[in-house]
């Protein structure tokens, strides 16, 4: 599904779903945006998951391990990794 890039910051990238919904994504630790990555251009959410045998890592450990998100930029096919956080 593609979505359309609203505003980017130096951590952080906005993004207008089909539906009108505003999905904010945090960059993953050392990630940049790259500078072919622009307001109004789109990208493509890929969701990676954490298994579920982590999840019962976390409750034994006390930590988190989230999965992430690539957001595959379309013009360029570039990646930009970003983080699942602790809901």
Known sequence: ???????????????????GYTLLFALAPLETMPAAVQVGDTVEVVSHPRHPVVTAMESEEGTYYGGYYDLVHTKSGLTIRTVHHRP
């Open 1 to 19: 599904m593609q979505e359309l890039i609203q505003d980017i910051s130096l951590d952080a990238i906005w993004l207008q779903s089909r539906d």
